[in-house]
């Protein structure tokens, strides 16, 4: 069980009235890449953003339920330290841009009051923008600002930057569906690597990106928890007919 | 969080301080003008004498003034106001000279009032006064007539640039439809830019005349600051703000100064509903557009 | 046919009618900087910067001016820049009634007569202050700028993606940060922008002034004092009788026009230069 590091239990989430997600039991493995996929409108960005309470910022947010992380329910931590060990990247590019590439890399330290020596925020940088394979390319324009780099650059900044601050899991909201295929390339890529260092819960509706990069696949249809299982048996051999029809990709 | 509670409270005072702040305009302008109301009461309103040597006041002639003066301008105002917004709404949306014609009715709207005034003191009142000789009036030169002529450069700005935006704002399919059945530019404006634009273009002619209403400066330099009912608009008159910046330093009575003030409370209540209904023709546009 | 060629005709009348009245409604622009540059750029000197008002015939300088319209937009930028940005928040933050309410006070408030916002600090500080004075004046400006600093904020502030705080609270950053180290740099130019042309406005202002301010021939740093502004000197002096005052009136109004100017055109380049990009 140890090896489990987030647990979904009976867990419902909504907006006003509405409950989007509907009783979701689900684990992650820890140092695993788990995909999301399900059509559009399913679920998939609401069901990662209740795990770092980031659905609590919409005003009419609903949720029952409970959601674990690391054994202790995320609703009794405090949102702020949750936010910190739960890293996320959303779907477009979203760099600060006010700050340099290497601001944009520590805004986790320096939104939050840390103040480091400059030399352990150097280290921080130089780390965090190679674990992103972003390094070679920017290492000569840290104080340039972030939003004049391409889009898959970007997107690895901001992939640099949820790592900044040594995240346990990574949530990955569609990182690439803004992406030219060779930015996808990369990004996809790079999410093998990490998953070294971090769990990674990625949601995408390409289903060949799932294939590719992610040990389980979770579907989603509706708001319901259809199947999961590890990605070989899910593309091969899935238990549920709706399953076969979207990865063939009949209501895609 | 602490903090983001506090800052959270902050924003919605900062929001109430502002509210308040207007209700606490319009109390105190009635409290410092009760004891012109207690003195004088509605008849104030109707009244046609302001006499401070006999202490007598009545507002009558200033509202007279004003609604003349503004009415004028908005008048004198409005084809030069419809042309331009017709002209860089539609005719010329992009380029050099809508940009132009754009940046000079910026400038328009940016040059202070005094300055309207001073130059309407130095070139339009000999101006006007030829006229007035060559027509056998009393040359006075200042006066209604002029103030209006001020006025009316001034308000250009506020009732074209309204009236811009929306007439910009029309679909281009609606316009198209248009075309494609063979009408003429005109036509389309009269059948389909007009209707469709014609509660924002009223809404900016309703703000430009609360300006012209409000205006102080400009007209205080040009009307010749006469306290009675004018009975031509060539001759002096005064508007409910001008008698105001005339008057208020030397109010020497309480019952004077008062009056001036309740001559405000006037300007407040007329300026207030116009603004008021101006912005909620806006607002509820820019709703609708929105849905 | 002949019907079809009336049309047309018509539509070629209206057009010429549009672009005659357009370009005639330029005319008096162009004819009052005519006018400000004819007779106000040859007084102008050095001295006329750095001397102060003599009695008539002379007409001296305008320093005392240009010092009081200074304090007067110091002490209006204090009133209403900070309490406008966080009204201008609270606007972005709240959908409510009440802030669609305030949203119209806010526009009725840039709408009243500036002679009547003169009257409320005469009642509310020249009265219990018992004279004159910068202060009055100041908070007379400030009150008429508060609308446009909060309405420059909320336009600003609406245009800043979402995604930019969700970025910020996803660090765990909390609402406080996010909004001061994340929201309001990226908007900063455009409410620096709303700020400065706010500031032009008030700068030309004499109604608020006149039993505020008042005006002052001498020297004044102290906001309890009675100063002069440029308006305010432009106006005194206009309506005089001494043509030498009327000649420093349209200087001082040349530099009114170009402090005006200088402001708008640099908002429109810098603006440009400036903003940050999202
Ligand atoms: N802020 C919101 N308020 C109300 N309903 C929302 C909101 N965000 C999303 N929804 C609804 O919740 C459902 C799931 O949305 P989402 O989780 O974004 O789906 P996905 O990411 O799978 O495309 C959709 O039907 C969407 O309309
Ligand atoms: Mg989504």
């Not at chain 1, 959303?90 to 840390?114: C, E, H, K, W």
């Not at chain 1, 040990?215 to 076969?244: A, C, Q, R, W």
């Not at chain 2, 940009?99 to 003191?121: K, N, Q, R």
């Amino acid at each position: 069980m140890e090896s489990e590091i987030i647990k979904i239990r009976d867990f419902s989430a909504g907006y006003g009235q509405n409950f989007v997600l509907k009783n979701i039991n689900l684990s992650f493995e820890k140092n695993k890449v788990t995909a999301i996929m399900g059509p559009s409108g399913c679920g998939k960005s609401t069901l990662i953003r209740c795990i770092n309470r980031m659905h609590e910022l919409n005003l009419d947010a609903i949720h029952k339920g409970d959601i674990l992380f690391n054994g202790k329910s995320v609703f009794e931590t405090n949102p702020i330290l949750l936010r910190k060990k739960i890293g996320m990247v959303f779907q477009r590019p979203n760099p600060f841009p006010t700050m340099s590439i290497y601001d944009n890399v520590i805004a986790g330290y320096r939104l939050n009051g840390i103040k480091l020596s400059k030399k352990e925020f150097d280290l921080i940088v130089e780390d965090s923008l190679k674990k992103a394979f972003l390094w070679e390319e920017v290492k000569d324009n840290l104080h340039k600002k972030g939003t004049f780099l391409s889009g898959g650059q970007q997107q690895r900044l901001c992939i640099a930057r949820a790592m900044a601050v040594n995240p346990d899991v990574l949530l990955l909201d569609e990182p690439t569906s803004a992406l030219d295929p060779k930015a996808t390339a990369m990004i996809e890529e790079l999410i093998v690597e990490l998953k070294k260092t971090v769990t990674i819960i990625l949601v995408t509706h390409n289903r060949t990106q799932a294939a590719r990069v992610s040990d389980f696949t979770v579907f989603l249809y509706l708001g319901e928890l259809i199947e999961y299982g590890s990605t070989e048996t899910i593309f091969t051999t899935p238990k549920n007919p709706k399953t076969e029809e979207y990865l063939i990709g009949k209501f895609g | 969080m602490l903090r983001d509670r506090f800052f959270k409270f902050g924003l919605k005072l900062a929001g109430g301080l502002i509210a308040l702040l207007i209700f606490s305009i319009f109390v105190s302008l009635v409290i410092a003008s009760i004891p012109s109301i207690k003195e004088f009461g509605l008849s104030f309103v109707f009244g046609k004498e302001w006499n401070p040597v006999e202490e007598h006041f009545s507002a009558l002639p200033f509202i007279i003034g004003t609604l003349l003066t503004s009415v004028l301008a908005l008048a004198i105002s409005l084809p030069f106001s419809l042309a331009i917004a017709f002209f860089s709404g539609e005719f010329s949306k992009k380029g050099l000279i809508s940009s132009l014609i754009a940046y000079a009715t910026d400038l328009l709207a940016g040059i202070p009032s005094v300055i309207y005034g001073f130059w309407g003191l130095f070139f339009l009142v000999p101006l006007i006064r030829k006229l007035e000789l060559s027509f056998n009036i009393p040359p006075y030169g200042v006066g209604i007539f002029t103030a209006s002529l001020v006025l009316s450069i001034m308000i250009i700005p506020y009732a074209s640039s309204m009236a811009r935006d929306v007439i910009a704002l029309v679909p281009s399919d609606l316009k198209e439809a248009g075309f494609a059945l063979g009408s003429t530019r005109l036509e389309v404006i009269k059948k389909v830019i007009f209707p469709y634009s014609v509660s924002g273009i009223f809404a900016g002619l309703l703000l430009a005349f609360g300006r012209a209403i409000g205006e102080t400066m400009a007209v205080t330099m040009v009307i010749g600051n006469a306290n009675r009912i004018p009975h031509s608009l060539f001759e002096p008159a005064n508007t409910l703000a001008s008698v105001i910046a005339n008057e208020f330093t030397e109010a020497t009575s309480d019952i004077h100064l008062s009056s001036l003030i309740y001559l405000g409370l006037i300007l407040f209540i007329i300026t207030f509903f116009i603004n008021y209904i101006g912005n909620m023709i806006i607002e509820r546009m820019s709703v609708n557009g929105r849905s | 046919m002949g019907e079809v060629k009336l049309r047309i005709l018509k539509d070629r009348i209206f057009t010429f009618i549009i672009y005659l009245l357009t370009f005639l409604s330029v005319i008096p622009l162009f004819a009052i900087l005519f006018s400000l540059v004819k007779k106000g750029l040859g007084v102008i000197n050095l001295n006329f910067f750095i001397t102060l008002p003599k009695p008539p015939p002379d007409a001296g300088g305008i320093l005392n001016a240009l010092v009081g319209t200074f304090l007067l937009v110091l002490i209006a930028s204090i009133v209403s820049i900070p309490i406008g940005i966080v009204a201008g928040l609270f606007l972005v933050e709240t959908r409510n009634r009440f802030a669609n309410m305030l949203r119209v006070l806010i526009n009725v408030l840039q709408g009243l007569p500036s002679i009547v916002i003169g009257i409320i600090a005469y009642l509310w500080v020249v009265k219990p202050m018992g004279g004159f004075s910068a202060l009055s004046g100041g908070i007379a400006l400030g009150i008429m700028m508060l609308p446009m600093v909060v309405k420059s904020t909320e336009e600003t502030i609406k245009l800043i993606p979402y995604t930019l705080r969700e970025a910020s609270y996803a660090l765990g950053a909390d609402y406080f940060t996010t909004i001061f180290k994340v929201v309001l740099p990226a908007g900063i130019s455009g409410i620096l922008n709303g700020i400065l042309l706010g500031i032009a406005r008030i700068a030309g202002e004499t109604a608020p002034l006149l039993f505020t301010a008042f005006g002052n021939p001498y020297l004044n740093f102290n906001p309890a004092k009675p100063v002069d502004s440029l308006p305010l000197l432009i106006f005194n002096y206009a309506m005089s009788p001494y043509e030498r005052w009327q000649n420093a009136a349209w200087g001082a109004s040349f530099v009114l026009i170009a402090f005006v100017l200088l402001i708008n055109i640099g908002v429109k380049l810098g603006g440009r230069r400036w903003r940050v990009k999202l």
